[in-house]
C-alpha cells in the first residue's frame, strides 16, 4: 500500500469493553511500532516488533495492553477492560530497517474514547 | 531515560517570517533525530531525518541541523506559510517532545 493505515479511525467504548486497533504497515517494512498520544502531548512509545517478534513492550502501561504482530506484517493493539485513561489517539508507525535504522512512517491514528 | 524538550511551546508570526524551533536531549547516543509535522486530528508526517553522523539536512524552505555533543537539534523554516501553521515534533531514540504548536498569520 502507499503508507501506513490503521482501523478503525474512531472507536468509543463503554467502561470494561475490550478493544482491537489494527495496523496495516507499509508493505516490506521490517520494524513497527505502537505509541499513545494524549491531548496536547508527544506520542509516548508502547511497543515495538521487528517482523513478528515484540522486541520491547517496556511502555505497554498495563497488562491490559497486548499488541501482536503473528505474520510479521498486521498489527493488532489489544486493550482489554478499558478505563478512561485510556482515551488517547493510537498511533502506527512502521520503518523499513531495524529499530537503530531508517525513518518512521506514521499512519493516522485511532481515536478511543472511553465513556 | 532519553529525555526530549522543545521550545518554545507555541509561537505565533506574520506570514513571511523565518522562524527556528528548538529541541534538546538529554542522551546523546542517538542513532537519528527526527523532526515531524503534525495536523490537527491528523498522524505524523516526517518532514527531516537527521542520522547521527551528519550535522544538518535540508528539504525546501525547511533545515534541521543537529549537534550531538550539545544535546540539540534547530528546525528552521524559512519564509513561513499560513501552510506551515501545525504541531512541529522531534523524536530521539523513540522518545518524542512534546512539540511546537506554530501559527503563521496571513
Known amino acids: 500500500g502507499a503508507g501506513v493505515s490503521q482501523s478503525p479511525r474512531y472507536k468509543v467504548a463503554k467502561r470494561g469493553q475490550d478493544v482491537a486497533l489494527r495496523c496495516d504497515p507499509i508493505?516490506?517494512?521490517?520494524?513497527l511500532f505502537w505509541y499513545q498520544q494524549a491531548l496536547g502531548q508527544g506520542p509516548e512509545f508502547l511497543t515495538y516488533?521487528?517482523?513478528?517478534?515484540?522486541?520491547?513492550k517496556s511502555g505497554l502501561p498495563s497488562d491490559r495492553f497486548f499488541a501482536e504482530r503473528p505474520e510479521g506484517s498486521v498489527s493488532t493493539l489489544k486493550i482489554q477492560r478499558t478505563q478512561q485513561e485510556d482515551s488517547a489517539v493510537y498511533l502506527c508507525?512502521?520503518?523499513?530497517?531495524?529499530?537503530?535504522?531508517?525513518?518512521?512512517?506514521f499512519g493516522p491514528g485511532t481515536r478511543l474514547t472511553v465513556l | 531515560k532519553q529525555e526530549v524538550t522543545q521550545i518554545p511551546a507555541a509561537l505565533s508570526v506574520p506570514e513571511g517570517e523565518n522562524l527556528v524551533l528548538n529541541c534538546s536531549f538529554t542522551?546523546?547516543?542517538?542513532?537519528?533525530l527526527q523532526w515531524f509535522r503534525q495536523d490537527p486530528g491528523k498522524g505524523l508526517t516526517s518532514l527531516l531525518l537527521?542520522?547521527?553522523?551528519?550535522r544538518e539536512q535540508t528539504s525546501g524552505r525547511l533545515n534541521a541541523s543537529l549537534d550531538k555533543s550539545s544535546g540539540r537539534s534547530t528546525l528552521y523554516i524559512a519564509a513561513s506559510q499560513p501552510g506551515d501553521s501545525a504541531t512541529y515534533l522531534c523524536?530521539?531514540?523513540?522518545?518524542f517532545g512534546a512539540g511546537t504548536i506554530l501559527r503563521v498569520k496571513s
Open positions: 508507525a512502521s520503518s523499513p530497517r531495524g529499530r537503530g535504522g531508517l525513518e518512521q512512517f
Open positions: 516488533f521487528q517482523n513478528e517478534a515484540q522486541l520491547d
Open positions: 523524536a530521539v531514540k523513540l522518545v
Open positions: 542522551d546523546s547516543a542517538i542513532y537519528n
Open positions: 537527521i542520522q547521527s553522523s551528519q
Open positions: 508493505s516490506g517494512h521490517v520494524s
